[in-house]
């Protein structure tokens, strides 16, 4: 009996060394019986288009974005899907054929972690969401979508915060009820149920942009990032008095969304977050 032909996907990135993404469709890969391979593909900062082309060309079929490339990956998608279309951001391209498609499933695993895995309301909400690049851009729609009752977008520059609420805004996607507004960093408010860390300060081992007086007794504190790179953003809200969350459980989840953008299969997170926060914690 032949066997099937095994299709490769990679995760597309600089650094990314540090990724867990292979250890995840490796673990959806054996889970659900598709045959995939994943790969980490180191790109140089100037070459992510040809790279790309190239992994295509080689016979793959799709890869994950990480940073700094989803703003380039948007670029080099000839269709999108809506919520990609609404990110100005890919996190996810498929290759089918000559017609690649992007996708943005970064929004979708920060709600889907949020409510499943930390099992915290997001209706009703005030929300934080610190920085205006790839990864805030990916999340702003989702969040909106799950119904707070105030959203700020906090940036250093305040202007990429005003283009991004100014964004979600034209496309129908803002608060049917209640507030979203773009602020700078030192003035974006206090007292939050959730703050979302979407900025590149914990990658760059900076301080915590925001004062302390965003969280309330209790938030719901969780960085984009995980490992070492977190560490800083959650004993900053655990010192707080908020509960601190690291990006695995999104990380994961983001990943059940390409996995089954690519194969048509969804699979099971809560088994390969557990296997990941024990091979992390290790």
Partial sequence: MTEPAVDLYAVVGNPVAH???????????????????????????????????????????????TMPFKFEAFGLAPRRTARAELARACNVLRFDGESWIGDNTDGAGLVNDIKRNARVGLRGANILLIGAGGGASGALGALLAAGPAELVVANRTVARAEELVMGHAQAGAALAAGTLRAASLDDCGSGFDVVVNASASSVAGAAVP????????GALALDMMYGPAARGFLGWAEAHGAVGRDGLGMLVEQAAEAFLFWRGVRPETAPVLAALRARVDA
């Fill in 210 to 217: 925001v004062p302390s007086s965003v969280l309330r007794p």
């Fill in 19 to 65: 990724s867990q993404s292979p250890f995840i469709h490796a673990a959806f890969a054996q889970q659900t019986g598709e045959p995939v391979r994943y790969e980490r593909l180191l790109c140089a900062f100037d070459a992510f288009a040809a790279t790309v082309r190239e992994f295509a060309r080689d016979g793959a079929r799709g890869c994950n974005v």
